[in-house]
C-alpha cells in the first residue's frame, strides 16, 4: 500500500487537524507570547487580554502535546509552572511574527474596506427599500 504525502486538503489526512490547531487564534497568540521568554500561566492569562482560564488551560495542553511548548516544574514553596517554547515551535514562530507583522501594519487599511462596504451595503439595502 502506498503512503500518502502529508495534505490539509484531504480531510482524513492528519495534518489537517494539526493545522487546525496551530492556525487557531488563541494558539498563535500564546506562542507569540513564550517566544522571548518563559512565562507563567497567570502571566500568560495577562498579557493575552480576553482568553478565559479555560481556554488557556486546553490550549496549553495542546501545545505541550504537539510539542510547541515545554511545562516546567519549579520546586519551590509554592510549586511554580512556567512555559517556554520548543526548537520545533521557533521554526513556526517566524510563521507567526510574519502573519502578526502583516496584520497589524495592514489593521488600518482592512478596517478602511470594512467601513467602505458596510456604507455600500447599507446604501443598497436603502435603495432597494425605498
Not at 484531504?10 to 498563535?28: L, M
Not at 507563567?40 to 496549553?60: C, H, P, W, Y
Amino acid at each position: 500500500m502506498e503512503k500518502l504525502k502529508p495534505n490539509i486538503f484531504v480531510q482524513a489526512c492528519p495534518s489537517r487537524e494539526i493545522f487546525s490547531r496551530i492556525s487557531g487564534k488563541w494558539t498563535i497568540m500564546i506562542l507569540l507570547c513564550l517566544e522571548n521568554t518563559p512565562k507563567r500561566f497567570n502571566e500568560l492569562k495577562k498579557a493575552i487580554d480576553g482568553i478565559s482560564q479555560k481556554v488557556l488551560t486546553e490550549n496549553l495542553r495542546s501545545l505541550e502535546r504537539d510539542g510547541l511548548i515545554l511545562r516546567k516544574v519549579i520546586s519551590s514553596r509554592p510549586i511554580k509552572v512556567e512555559y517556554s517554547s520548543t526548537h520545533l515551535s521557533k521554526e513556526l514562530l517566524g510563521i507567526l511574527n510574519g502573519l502578526k507583522d502583516w496584520t497589524e501594519d495592514s489593521m488600518k487599511l482592512i478596517l478602511k474596506h470594512n467601513e467602505n462596504y458596510d456604507r455600500a451595503l447599507i446604501e443598497e439595502q436603502i435603495r432597494k427599500s425605498a
